[in-house]
């Protein structure tokens, strides 16, 4: 894509993080962005990294080892946001530094079994079903405190807070009922574990509602690189 299309997008994007966040009580400073480049080229991520961008969001394990190979020389930090299938789980706990999306006890046993020695906890951030039907993914609220126990007792992973991608609704105030729930279910899962810091929330479309909540990390795509062709 266009650098110069880039720089703009991304200075586009930091002030309206910056805009929303004064409006709100709620708000948390600074708002973390992970530009979610799935389906991008490893040039368009080397562009964002010279545009000051740090953080990268990948859903697809095979596509994004290429990429983090390729990318090899840069100090780029790789979050997992994508559906985890159980074989793919080595991958994730060999090459990431985050996972958004653990919603189930094996899953994180296995990443913690997997991680190797030597490197830091892998960050990790469960995946919560907030809109009920629309995802398959995500643990329920109901099931949330069970599975943060667990995942705090191992010792290969680092519980850093929620994550969750409510069904896409056009209003605004729907979507910001959906976050203030993650908003509330994070302060009690603090209550377990205190250093949790982490609202995974708000994409391109939704960012506004997730900021005015108190999101930590907006996950962005298209706000960034523009649209998507698959
Ligand atoms: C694709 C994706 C995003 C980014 O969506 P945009 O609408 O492009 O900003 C965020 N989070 C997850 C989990 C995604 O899969």
């Known amino acids: 894509m266009n650098e110069q299309q880039l720089t703009k997008n991304i200075a586009k994007l930091r002030e309206r993080v910056r805009r929303v966040a004064e409006k709100s009580q709620n708000a948390n400073h600074p708002v973390q962005i992970v530009a979610v480049s799935k389906t991008r080229s490893a040039q368009d991520i080397r562009a964002a990294h010279a545009c000051g961008l740090t953080n990268f969001g990948e859903s ?12 090899e020389d840069l100090p780029l930090i790789w979050h997992f946001i994508g559906p985890i299938q159980s074989n793919k789980t080595s991958g994730i706990a ?9 919603d189930r006890a094996r899953v994180a046993e296995r990443l913690n079994a997997q991680r190797p020695p030597g490197l830091e906890p892998l960050q990790v951030c469960l995946q919560v079903n907030i809109s009920g039907e629309g995802s398959k993914s995500g643990v329920t609220l109901e099931d949330l405190p069970q599975l943060a126990r667990r995942v705090h007792e191992l010792p290969h992973l680092k519980l850093r807070g929620l994550m969750a991608i409510p069904a896409a609704d056009a209003e605004p105030c729907r979507q910001r009922a959906a976050f203030r729930q993650m908003r509330h279910a994070l302060a009690e ?28 990390m907006l996950r962005v795509g298209t706000g960034i690189f523009g649209p998507r062709n698959r």
């Open 60 to 71: 697809y394990l095979q596509e994004a080892l290429e990429k983090i190979h390729d990318l």
């Open 189 to 216: 899962l603090r209550a377990l574990v205190p250093d949790a810091d982490t609202l995974s929330m708000g994409m391109s479309a939704d960012m506004d509602a997730a900021i005015l909540e108190g999101t930590t």
């Open 94 to 102: 060999t090459h990431f530094d985050w996972v958004h999306s653990v």
